[in-house]
T-cell receptor
Framework: DAGVTQSPTHLIKTRGQQVTLRCSPK?????VSWYQQALGQGPQFIFQYYEEEERQRGNFPDRFSGHQFPNYSSELNVNALLLGDSALYLC????????????FGQGTRLTVV | AQSVAQPEDQVNVAEGNPLTVKCTYS??????LFWYVQYPNRGLQFLLK??????LVKGSYGFEAEFNKSQTSFHLKKPSALVSDSALYFC?????????????FGSGTKLNVKP
C-alpha cells in the first residue's frame, strides 16, 4: 500500500517564476491538505481539498492556489515566487472525518533564488 | 483559536534513560492532540493521538503520551531512549470544532539521544 507521494522532491526556481507541486494521497484517502514548513519552524496550514473543492484556507496569499482531481490527487501552485517562499512543502492525506490522523508525504524542498 | 506550545527547542538525554518532550495546548473545544516525528529531509510520521478515553496513550516505537486536562498538557514520553529516536518532534492539535483535518503544529523539539 503506497503512502503519500509527492513530486518533485527538490526544486530550484527563480524569483517571479511559477511552480507546481504534486501529491498523490494514501490509498483510500479522499482529503488532501498542504502545509508549508519553513526552516526551523513547524508546518503551517495552506489549504485543504475535499471533493475537488477548497474546503478551508490558511493565512496565505492568493499566489498560492490548488486543485484536486477526481482521483483525489492534488496540485499546489505558487505564482510570482518570492525568496520567502523557500520551504519544505508537505502534503497530508486523510479520510474526511473528525478523528483521523493525517499521513504526510516526504515533502518537496523548494528553493527560490 | 487553537494553538500548541513546545517550550523546549532541544532535549538531550542519554541512551537508556527515560525521555519527556513537553507540549501544552490551547483549544476552544475538545482537544484532539497528536504527536509526529520528523527525520532529516523527510516528511512527518504519525506517532500517536488522543481523542478521548484513557489519559495515557500508547503509540508507535514505544512512545506514549499523557493527556492532562487541568494542565492543558500532552507530554510525549518513552521509558528508555534509543539513539535512533534522535529526531525532530512536533505536537499538533486538530481543530475539533470543525469536520475536517486542520492541524496546528508547535515549533518542534529536537531530541538528541547520546550513546
Amino acid at each position: 500500500d503506497a503512502g503519500v507521494t509527492q513530486s518533485p522532491t527538490h526544486l530550484i526556481k527563480t524569483r517571479g517564476q511559477q511552480v507546481t507541486l504534486r501529491c498523490s494521497p494514501k490509498s483510500g484517502h479522499d482529503t488532501v491538505s498542504w502545509y508549508q514548513q519553513a526552516l526551523g519552524q513547524g508546518p503551517q496550514f495552506i489549504f485543504q481539498y475535499y471533493e475537488e473543492e477548497e474546503r478551508q484556507r490558511g493565512n496565505f496569499p492568493d499566489r498560492f492556489s490548488g486543485h484536486q482531481f477526481p482521483n483525489y490527487s492534488s496540485e499546489l501552485n505558487v505564482n510570482a515566487l518570492l525568496l520567502g517562499d523557500s520551504a519544505l512543502y508537505l502534503c497530508a492525506s486523510s479520510l474526511g472525518g473528525r478523528n483521523t490522523e493525517a499521513f504526510f508525504g516526504q515533502g518537496t524542498r523548494l528553493t527560490v533564488v | 483559536a487553537q494553538s500548541v506550545a513546545q517550550p523546549e527547542d532541544q532535549v538531550n538525554v542519554a541512551e537508556g534513560n527515560p525521555l519527556t518532550v513537553k507540549c501544552t495546548y490551547s483549544v476552544s473545544g475538545n482537544p484532539y492532540l497528536f504527536w509526529y516525528v520528523q527525520y532529516p529531509n523527510r516528511g512527518l510520521q504519525f506517532l500517536l493521538k488522543y481523542i478521548t478515553g484513557d489519559n495515557l496513550v500508547k503509540g508507535s516505537y514505544g512512545f506514549e503520551a499523557e493527556f492532562n486536562k487541568s494542565q492543558t498538557s500532552f507530554h510525549l514520553k518513552k521509558p528508555s531512549a534509543l539513539v535512533s529516536d534522535s529526531a525532530l518532534y512536533f505536537c499538533a492539535v486538530r481543530d475539533g470544532a470543525a469536520n475536517f483535518n486542520k492541524f496546528y503544529f508547535g515549533s518542534g523539539t529536537k531530541l538528541n539521544v547520546k550513546p
